[in-house]
């Protein structure tokens, strides 16, 4: 009778180390699955910040510009139809020509123009509607560089040596002298937080469309929370056990998994079509964004409500208090930080959303700051889709610079929600 | 005047309402010696009258409006004489842009027939008529309401039941959005499907091999009559998702089972949350890193190695897509392997079996339901992602199960049809509902059997 038994340790035994081995393995396929995971994360943001942190410093350019009334155009500076319709792009390039002396050609100026940004010429005007004194006068201003010598400028100490781009031997050259005289620098660029969309990289900013997107958000959250809220109280205290019910269940659980993309379609189809919501504002992007984080809001609402104990409410009820009472005087009060909670989650998702936006004209160029709920307006992940696509080099840059302004909101506005769900839950 | 002060001019009529309706219950308690003499409190009088006063109206001026603009365009229709009358709906919407900017002033009257002059008036009428009637009428019938309301008080009256009804048939209404969201999205693909398959058979699209959805503007174009047989957007989605699966499966599962069954609470409260922020960046982020990092990557990796690559292959979309599921397919796991009651383990491992064969033994097989439903819901997510292959798939439409190829999926196609210029009577636009509509079925089959296996998994441990 012993045979056996020792027949099985034997075995045992035999294949102990082996048994050793595969054990380790295993662990060890964790291990590289968490750190394959921890490695995605990584690279995802150096990669970002690698190629967004330079965004946030734009190049600018010492002018020294004088205010000449023949070069402008103005008899009377006064008359504000002379002054608005005066040659400032003339003094632009005027003073670029007397920066450097050894420009021969059109072929040459045209490359020496290229050097500011196009909006030079509207901030010196801007200074002289401000300060009519000016005229006649010289005053050395900082304009914005272009994005070409922008590019450049930030890549002169890089290790790979400078990003040339668009640049040619000539414009590096004036660029170096410029160098020299410490008369180009990189400033923080606040514009880039203030201004619209821009066909020019160098004055694109992402302005408009944090406005827009905080505009459209308003509206989702108008909408999803209060809806949803009283969807998860129906569902959870006043719901029948009946078809209609199961059926809205089924329904809400659907939704959520459904792709956001056909929440465009529905959109593009029942909103616009058949309700003539006005394309591209902020209105109709919310009430896309609404249907599309309703079921969310739902979903964890309902466990909010259904985390309160039951004898709430039946101490509610014990002393008189009706159903309805009981849900809004306890219940609703004592669900609220979850409930909270799952909105913002919510809000985040609808953040950073993009697809269903595309199908409801969100994705037009606007250059304005949005200022109402009715403008035309774009948002944030939509803005970082339409630069993505851009050729021009200096947009690489921007993007990625959009891309972190955007992660800095989505990961304050779920940190928030951590701490409020800590702070404010109660466990019974 | 404006529906947005007239909507202020109903809340401020219902304020009104409360207040007078409040007053009247308290004018009753004082006869009566006492507010416990009334049957509600008088907040719920006060509430009611508001009730009478608000909601009548507001559901009168949200029906008109809905369906004002449609009255209005069929009256200015009919009003049209025959010989400008459009044909097509393209045409329509041609000339009802062309009256709506001439009455708004964006185009100048110079050179346009008397007939459009005479509609662009009549439009500003209709409108001016509309807008004076709904206030009108809007105000009457928040004033009649309010005054029947007020005036149907007593002290016996059951305030509270009545408002607490319709409080109910409110979180009814607002429950049962759901059904009307997903009957909207029925309605709204299969309408236009059917529109699109009176002109393309349904056999073509969806058994055809070749899609170029270019449809000729002109009839005398060459080489635009457009062809549309989906198999090869079918296919391109199925590769990319088959190459995110490839990734995230393995991945998020192993790390799962680490996270639920080796790792500490230390490791494990950093890791987690670590992962996590994967599932919170946005599509287009990944969009973008997929495009301008890991499709570069892969080429030079490729062409290194003496392979031909494209830079839209459709390894980089799979790839990137992988990493943006792993989360969602770890957390789940998580879930399901947590479920798994205690005792398995320890009856397992009291055998003598090794950790790892407990897991792989025991607590997978149990957990297997469960798992299943989880890569699902991967699937179906993977399936309707947008942004990634927007931004890193191509748009070409070949046949090819070779991952460094560009394939273009259905997603794709639905954005690059419906951006930009929309025309809802050409077979190119339609067939991104039609495209959508089989997004819509395969992803919901494949939701409900997910959440079907996930509640049943959770019902036996439960």
Redesign the interface.
């Known amino acids: 009778m012993s045979k056996p038994v020792n027949a099985t340790s034997q075995r045992i035994r035999e294949t102990l180390a082996q048994r050793y081995r595969a054990e380790k393995r295993f662990r060890l396929y964790g291990v590289v699955a968490i750190l394959f995971g921890l490695l995605c994360v990584a690279t995802l943001f150096v990669d970002i910040i690698g190629k967004g942190h330079g965004a946030f410093r734009q190049t600018y350019v010492q002018l020294s510009v004088n205010y000449e009334a023949d070069v402008l155009g103005i008899g009377d500076i006064d008359d504000a139809q002379q002054l608005a319709l005066a040659n400032f792009s003339g003094l632009v390039k005027k003073s670029l020509r007397s920066r450097f002396g050894d420009v021969s050609g059109r072929k040459e100026k045209r490359q020496l123009y290229r050097l500011v940004s196009n909006s030079a010429e509207y901030d010196l005007a801007d200074r002289l509607k401000a300060n009519h004194q000016l005229l006649g006068q010289s005053e050395k201003i900082w304009v914005l560089a272009d994005d070409d010598v922008d590019t450049y400028f930030k890549s002169l100490n890089s290790a790979d040596g400078p990003f040339v781009g668009r640049t040619n031997e000539k414009q590096q050259q004036w660029i170096q002298s410029l160098v020299d005289e410490g008369q180009i620098e990189l400033r923080f660029n606040s514009d880039f937080f203030t201004s619209g969309d821009s066909r020019e990289p160098e004055q694109a900013g992402i302005g408009g469309a944090i406005v827009g997107s905080l505009l459209t958000l308003f509206i989702t959250l108008a909408l999803s929370f209060p809806i949803g809220v009283a969807a998860a109280v129906y569902l959870e205290e006043f719901a029948p056990q009946n078809r209609w019910t199961d059926f809205i269940e089924v329904n809400i659980n659907n939704l959520a998994a459904v792709p956001s993309i056909i929440f465009g379609l529905l959109g593009l189809a029942i909103f616009i079509n058949f309700f003539h919501v006005p394309r591209s504002v902020p209105i109709i992007g919310g009430l896309v964004l609404a249907v599309m984080t309703l079921p969310t809001i739902i979903i964890t609402s309902r466990a909010a409500i259904k985390a309160v104990p039951p004898s709430i409410r039946e101490a509610g009820i014990g002393i008189g208090a009706s159903p309805v009472q009981v849900v809004l005087h306890h219940v609703l009060p004592l669900a609220l930080p979850g409930m909270l909670t799952g909105t913002i989650i919510g809000m985040a998702q609808a953040l950073g959303e993009t697809a269903p936006l595309l199908m409801i004209g969100m994705v037009a160029f606007i250059v304005d700051v949005p200022g109402g709920f009715s403008d035309p307006a774009t948002v944030l992940p939509v803005q970082i889709f339409l630069w993505a696509d851009s050729p021009e080099r200096a947009f690489v840059e921007k993007t990625s610079a959009a891309i972190m302004v955007l992660l800095a909101f989505l990961i304050t506005m779920n940190t928030f929600a951590v701490v409020l769900r800590k702070r404010l839950e109660r466990r019974w | 005047m404006q529906t947005s002060n007239l909507i202020i001019a109903l809340l401020l009529m219902s304020a009104l309402a409360y207040y007078l309706g409040y007053q009247r219950s308290q004018g009753f308690a004082r006869q009566l010696g006492g507010v416990r003499n009334l049957h509600s409190l008088p907040t719920y009088y006060g509430m009611r009258v508001a009730l009478w006063c608000g909601l009548p109206s507001v559901l009168l001026l949200f029906i008109c409006l ?1 369906f004002e ?1 449609s009255i209005i365009s069929k009256i200015l229709l009919s009003g049209i004489p025959d010989e400008i009358r459009p044909a097509s709906i393209a045409e329509y919407n041609l000339l009802m842009n062309k009256i709506e900017n001439l009455a708004s002033g964006a185009l100048s009257a110079e050179g346009v027939k008397p007939a459009l002059l005479d509609a662009a008036a009549t439009l500003a009428y209709l409108r001016d008529m509309s807008q004076r009637l709904l206030t009108g009428l809007a105000l009457l019938v928040a004033g009649a309401g309010g005054l029947w309301g007020w005036w149907r008080m007593s002290a016996q009256l059951r305030a ?1 039941q009545q408002v ?1 009804k319709i ?2 048939g ?3 209404l ?6 009307f ?2 009957l ?2 029925l ?3 299969i ?2 499907s059917v529109r699109f398959f009176q002109q393309v058979p349904i056999s073509e699209f969806l058994f055809g091999l070749e899609w170029s959805p270019q449809t000729a503007i002109r009839p005398d174009q060459v080489g635009g009559s457009g062809s549309f047989g989906a198999v090869p957007l079918f296919l391109g989605t199925m590769l990319i998702s088959l190459i995110a699966m490839t990734v995230a499966v ?6 799962a ?3 639920a069954e ?1 790792a500490g609470s230390k490791v494990r409260s950093f ?1 987690k949350p ?2 996590e ?2 599932a ?6 990944y ?3 997929a ?3 890991v499709a570069p990557f892969i080429r030079e990796t490729g062409t290194s190695i003496g392979l031909s690559v494209t830079s839209e292959s459709a390894l980089a979309a799979g790839l990137v897509m992988g ?1 943006m599921i ?2 969602f397919i ?1 957390s789940l796991a998580d879930d399901v392997i947590n479920a798994v009651p205690q005792t398995m383990r320890d009856g397992s491992l009291a055998l ?1 079996a ?4 407990t ?2 033994q025991v607590i997978i097989p149990a957990a297997l339901p469960g798992i299943v439903g989880g890569v699902l ?1 991967a699937v ?2 993977a ?5 990634i292959v ?2 890193a798939a191509g748009l070409a439409a070949n046949l090819t199960a070779n991952p460094l190829d560009t394939v273009t999926t259905v ?1 794709v196609q ?2 690059t049809l ?2 930009g210029d ?1 025309e ?1 009577d050409s077979a190119k636009t339609l067939s ?2 039609a495209l ?1 509509l089989m ?2 079925l395969v ?2 089959g494949l ?2 059997i ?2 079907r296996v996930v509640k049943k998994y959770r019902e036996q441990y439960e």
């Open positions: 809905a603009e509270r607490e409080f109910k409110f979180l009814l607002c429950a049962s959005l759901a059904i969201t997903t909207g999205i309605l709204s693909v309408f236009e393995p991945a998020g599962l192993m790390s089972i680490y996270l080796y890791v670590a992962l922020i994967l919170g960046v946005p599509t287009v982020v969009g973008y890193f495009a301008l990092t990493i792993i989360p770890s003598g090794t950790h790892s064969e897991i792989k819901l179906s997510r399936i309707g992602e947008t942004m927007v931004m997603t639905i954005v419906l951006v929309q809802f991104a509902f959508g997004l819509f992803t919901l939701n409900f997910a959440l």
